[in-house]
C-alpha cells in the first residue's frame, strides 16, 4: 500500500526557511517522479517544483525560482523540498506527489495528506 507522508511544515517568519520532507513506502520509489505541489486558502491546487525519477531534471513555478529546492534521496525514499526567503504568499498546505507512467494505460498517481506552511509575523 502506498503512503506519502510529509513532514517539516509549521509558523516561519517573512525571509526564513523551511525544509519539507516527504518519505515514502509500499512503492518502487526509483520508478517516480516527486513533486510538490501546494495549495492556498481558496485558491486552486498549484505545482511548486518537481524532480524526475532519475534526478537528473528539476523545474519550479516561477514565484519559487531562486528560492526553493527539491531534492531527492532513493536510497532513503525521500523527496525534499527546501525553501528560503520565505515570502507570506508561500503560505498554503503543501503535498507531496508521486506519480509513474508506467505505459500509456497504467499510470499511479500518490498524494501525501499535506503539511501547513504559514509565513506571517
Known amino acids: 500500500q502506498a503512503q506519502l507522508v510529509e513532514s517539516g511544515g509549521g509558523l516561519v517568519q517573512p525571509g526564513g526557511s523551511l525544509r519539507l520532507s516527504c518519505a515514502a513506502s509500499g512503492i518502487t520509489f526509483s520508478n517516480y517522479a516527486m513533486s510538490w505541489y501546494r495549495q492556498a486558502a481558496g485558491k486552486e491546487r498549484e505545482l511548486v517544483a518537481a524532480i524526475t525519477s532519475a534526478g537528473g531534471s528539476t523545474n519550479y513555478v516561477d514565484s519559487v525560482k531562486g528560492r526553493f529546492t527539491i531534492s531527492r534521496d532513493d536510497a532513503k525514499n525521500t523527496v525534499s523540498l527546501q525553501m528560503n526567503t520565505l515570502k507570506p504568499e508561500d503560505t498554503a498546505v503543501y503535498f507531496c506527489?508521486?506519480?509513474?507512467?508506467?505505459?500509456?494505460?497504467?499510470?499511479?498517481?500518490?498524494w501525501g495528506q499535506g503539511t501547513q506552511v504559514t509565513v506571517s509575523s
Open positions: 506527489n508521486a506519480y509513474w507512467r508506467r505505459t500509456n494505460a497504467i499510470k499511479f498517481d500518490y
